[in-house]
């Protein structure tokens, strides 16, 4: 910033999809390091706007991280998605269970979808609703007590039967 100190300046960092994570996540670090500032920065001068221009983005960082970047007067951001990219409804990047049943079962691009790696369905519904109706497991299940989903002796997660069993005649609780 030193070089440019005289002139009208703007810092944009662009990316697509884990780049516009990392695009989002460099923004940050220039505005919240004040990397935007000259050097011999005086306050009669405002710092240099950042901006991030992501498209296609996973939802990037946690809710401290989201509040960091809004108390950041000189960060903004452009965020472009097509309504029917899901990538953009994925969780922040510390959740890959989507991500990684789709790399388990994807053949390329004219080829059908096949899980060729043995990872269990319910992981993708940890902490999103990614699965159709078929699948009985619940939104976001990966909470306090799981949402009743427990791991069997096979490994795999299923909905616990909680509804009692009366076939003994007995309605009585």
């Not at 990037?60 to 097509?82: C, E, K």
């Not at 390329?108 to 940890?126: Q, S, T, W, Y």
Request: charged share 30%.
């Amino acid at each position: 910033m030193d070089k440019y100190k005289d002139e009208d300046t703007s810092i944009t960092v662009v990316g697509h999809s884990l780049g516009a994570t990392l695009a989002t996540r460099n923004a940050v670090d220039i505005a919240a390091n004040s990397y935007n500032k000259p050097t011999l920065w005086s306050a009669a001068r405002s710092p240099t706007p950042v901006t991030a221009v992501v498209f296609g983005s996973p939802r990037t960082g946690d809710r401290d991280f989201r509040d960091i970047f809004h108390r950041l007067p000189d960060l903004r951001m452009l965020r472009v998605r097509n309504r029917p990219d899901h990538i953009p409804l994925y969780p922040p990047s510390h959740d890959l269970e989507c991500h990684l049943h789709g790399i388990a079962g994807w053949q390329g691009e004219h080829g059908e979808f096949e899980l060729v790696v043995d990872r269990d369905i319910a992981l993708v519904n940890k902490f999103d609703d990614c699965l159709t109706d078929e699948h009985p497991v619940p939104v976001g299940w990966k909470v306090h007590h799981n949402k009743n989903m427990v791991k069997g002796p096979e490994g795999r997660w299923v909905l616990e039967d909680h509804e009692p069993d009366y076939d003994d005649g007995d309605d009585s609780l």
